[in-house]
């Protein structure tokens, strides 16, 4: 089984886990911004985005720079590479429960259709 920091993994779920987080990555996505823009998209105060910038910061999904009075927020360098392998895991384990639940609701089926002819 792979290993995976579980560090790593707590604080990019974590980020993750806000819609206005969530929402800072996919305007990001686009062209990098700045805090002020950012807090002006999202209708909050400055102190509201920064703490959400720095928790994305935290986590490596997000980097700022700051020239003069201008604090500027770019995508981090975290590719979420790990954070997918971790849930594809679980996709895999679901999927394979799935399929065999698939199998038992057609046997099922198949037998109901036997029993409704043999009436």
């Not at 979420?80 to 057609?106: G, K, M, S």
Request: net charge neutral.
């Amino acid at each position: 089984m792979v290993q995976y920091s579980s560090a790593r993994l707590d604080a990019s779920f974590a980020a993750l886990s806000d819609p206005t987080r969530r929402g800072v990555l996919e305007q990001l996505r686009g062209a990098d911004a700045s805090i002020t823009d950012l807090a002006d998209t999202f209708q909050m105060t400055l102190t509201g985005m920064k703490k959400h910038v720095g928790v994305l910061e935290r986590a490596g999904l997000v980097t700022t720079r700051k020239v003069g009075r201008v604090r500027t927020c770019r995508l981090g360098s975290s590719a979420l590479d790990e954070e997918a392998a971790w849930i594809e895991q679980y996709r895999r384990v679901w999927e394979t429960r799935f399929n065999q639940l698939d199998v038992i609701v057609e046997e099922l089926m198949t037998r109901e259709k036997t029993d409704e002819r043999d009436r």
